[in-house]
């Protein structure tokens, strides 16, 4: 029987059925046995798993990344979780010189099997410092592994694969995609790490999107289609490594590639999927790239500024109108509802 | 060298098995870093290696007190650390020289010792970074129902990272069987204690501040330092959670390096002269001998030389890391 969950149910359902499935893994963070339990996807795990399976922690990112790194080389499989991506660079030392290398620099006699979550968003005036994407920062540095999940299937599944895994894994979710539905199978199923997947075929251009930039992709993708232009959309998923060979067979179909990304393109996810396919497909390409991103722009927290800030589905279908050369016109803009674009639909109100 | 411990601060002794057995460790720290001070200027030692040359005593009257599966972290300075909870010194030794058959296969080097077997769990030259990751191992260890007592080794520049402070908190938080060895040598680099610290709290406030239970000693004699580790290592043992111990050290050479650096006139000579007077090698060779506790020196040296002289032919002697290994341990193999 198909079950349809959301994306945070499928979080929980999954942190759960990890614990149930094996004594070493617990969760960590702050709030994440809190009564808001971090926006739903902790919800209920402590009083099922008991508090020492299910920890509060005191607000040292730095010390306890470090803590639950030293927990992972002894045997523990920790998951924690950071409400914002932007605690966590308070723990970049222990994952980018610590968890990263532990096993490659004792000559893999030291395994540091931990998962990060990190929540990324958008929106609601979270502005400079509850917000930002840094998943670079982390792809960058050989030995992590990075993926950002954004169906609630892949959510589940993703985060059984990262925590079986005994690689360190961040796992970065965007908080917009939290209520987002799907099908999602009872039990432990895996995910895995490194594979990119084709959300909707098409034959005029390739859209590589990642997280929430997917469903901005899909509804770009549905724009064009209206008016007879054929979008294939890539949901990345995984970023250490790119899944190139997905990527590539799509670029080679299409000729043509707008990258869509949550975070700043330079330096970027975006700038990155560019420069592979201006490597490995350059043959196949009709015009430039185009990359969808953030600017080099802090986040701004006034709606009024947000809203020029993220790029949205119209924005994609134009710049592929743009490098088509097309003069075809959009189909002009559905009514919203919205008063502002920094909610991605009117069931999502403040605080938050 | 486990030995009946009485209070810190009571004239407790060890046994004479076990002085000879510490003396005997602290000349074989010494005759390695010594060895590798001469071998160096050779260029094949190619990695940054901190010597412990007069800071030979914390680790050894610290392990005194450790089981085979109590667990050590360290960091850069870790030479003596290592050697003294029972790893591997041809391991070691190789490593230094980036071979193949080093304890982490030449990808580590000095800075990064490991040996599991022996229970040194890991170094790494980021101050503070592994002083977290020794209070979670220890953590995950009482976790699993194999609790142990676990000594982190650190510098007085350490407690200047905030990780520390974190790492200081939470093992208080949790009760854990950890000591927190502070080898307090003076200088961060080249930088004094006064312009680093202030000069109304010493360490030993902080910790105990902290909430930890704290002590303080003489780190260049090695009995002192076995008192005050019985002490904490007992304590923890038996469920009285962390301690954290002072010892006052001093390092002989440069920070980094097999060199004297007098030159650099970041110390002064005088005080140089004062602490290499108080040299915890030599001044324990020469309160064991008024005992009549030393009966055979040259023996005991001999032995300890031929066992450099080995590693050092086996490190020199073995190979590099071939080619291949560069890609090996990016990641783990997947498990499934």
């Not at chain 1, 949550?262 to 043959?283: D, I, L, P």
């Not at chain 2, 080097?109 to 970074?129: R, T, W």
């Not at chain 2, 676990?150 to 200047?160: Q, V």
């Not at chain 2, 002269?273 to 108080?278: A, I, Y």
Request: hydrophobic share 40%.
């Amino acid at each position: 029987m198909t079950r349809i969950l959301k994306f945070v149910e499928a979080l929980r359902e999954g942190a759960a059925d990890l614990m149930e499935a094996d004594k070493t893994v617990f969760l960590i963070g702050l709030g994440v046995p809190g009564p808001t339990g971090i926006f739903g996807s902790t919800t209920g795990l402590a009083e099922r798993f008991g508090a020492d399976r299910v920890l509060e922690m005191p607000a040292s990112e730095n010390g306890m990344t470090g803590m639950i790194l030293g927990a992972s080389v002894v045997g523990m499989r920790p998951i924690m979780v950071h409400m914002r991506m932007d605690f966590a660079v308070l723990a970049m030392e222990p994952l980018v010189n610590q968890a990263a290398k532990w096993h490659y620099m004792y000559g893999g006699k030291m395994k540091a099997p931990i998962t990060v979550r990190m929540i990324i968003g958008r929106g609601w005036g979270q502005g400079p410092q509850h917000s930002q994407s840094l998943q670079a920062w982390f792809a960058h540095v050989p030995g992590l592994k990075v993926v950002m999940p954004t169906t609630a299937y892949d959510a589940k599944g993703m985060l059984i694969s990262a925590v079986e895994d005994d690689a360190p894994v961040i796992i970065v979710e965007h908080r917009w995609l939290y209520g987002a539905t799907g099908e999602v199978p009872a039990g432990l199923y895996r995910v895995p790490l490194d594979k990119a997947v084709v959300r909707r075929t098409g034959s005029d251009v390739t859209i590589a999107a990642t997280s929430y930039m997917t469903l901005e992709a899909l509804n770009a993708a549905e724009l064009l289609a209206e008016i007879g232009i054929s979008a294939e959309v890539i949901d990345l998923r995984c970023l250490t490594p790119i899944d190139t060979e997905t990527l590539f067979a799509s670029v080679r179909k299409t000729g043509r590639l707008v990258t869509a990304d949550t975070g700043h393109t330079s330096f970027g996810v975006a700038a990155e999927v560019t420069a592979r396919v201006a490597e490995g497909a350059f043959c196949a390409l009709k015009a430039a790239p185009r990359m969808m991103g953030l600017p080099q722009i802090p986040t701004p927290t006034s709606p009024a500024l947000a809203d020029l800030y993220y790029p949205v589905a119209r924005d994609i279908a134009v710049q592929v109108l743009e490098m088509m050369g097309s003069d075809r016109q959009l189909p002009p803009a559905a009514p919203d509802k919205r008063k502002w674009k920094d909610v991605p639909d009117m069931t999502y109100t403040g605080p938050y | 060298m486990n030995a009946t411990v009485k209070l810190a601060g009571s004239n407790a002794r060890p046994n004479a098995e076990t002085r000879l057995a510490m003396f005997r460790e602290m000349l074989r720290i010494r005759t390695v870093e010594e060895r590798i001070s001469q071998l160096y200027p050779e260029q094949e030692i190619r990695c940054p290696t901190h010597l412990c040359i007069g800071q030979e005593a914390p680790p050894v009257g610290v392990s005194a007190h450790l089981r085979p599966d109590d667990m050590v972290f360290s960091a850069h300075r870790s030479h003596g650390h290592y050697l003294a909870k029972g790893a591997d010194l041809k391991a070691m030794m190789a490593e230094l020289y980036g071979k193949v058959t080093g304890c982490a296969l030449g990808k580590g080097g000095s800075q990064h010792l490991v040996d599991l077997e022996a229970g040194f769990m890991g170094s790494a030259p980021i101050l503070a970074s592994t002083i977290s990751v020794g209070v979670g191992a220890t953590w995950g260890r009482r976790r699993l129902g194999k609790e142990c007592v676990t000594a982190i080794y650190f510098g007085d520049g350490a407690t200047e990272e905030g990780t520390y402070y974190e790492a200081l908190n939470f093992a208080q938080v949790e009760k854990l069987p950890v000591i927190f060895v502070c080898e307090n040598n003076l200088y961060s680099v080249h930088a004094t204690m006064a312009v680093r610290q202030p000069s109304n709290r010493t360490l030993t406030d902080f910790a105990r501040g902290n909430g930890v239970y704290a002590l303080s000693g003489d780190g260049n004699d090695v009995e002192d330092v076995w008192r005050l580790a019985g002490e904490a290592v007992e304590r923890a043992r038996n469920g009285g959670g962390p301690a954290f111990l002072e010892l006052f050290t001093y390092r002989h050479r440069e920070h980094v390096g097999p060199n004297p650096d007098l030159d650099l006139n970041y110390r002064s000579v005088e005080e140089f002269e004062s602490w290499v007077k108080r040299d915890p090698v030599i001044t324990y060779r020469a309160r064991l001998e008024a005992e009549g506790a030393l009966p055979a020196y040259d023996q005991v040296y001999a032995g300890i030389n031929a066992e450099v002289d080995e590693a050092v032919r086996f490190a020199k002697e073995s190979p590099f890391p071939p080619p291949e290994m560069l890609t090996q341990h990016i990641y783990p193999e997947p498990r499934r």
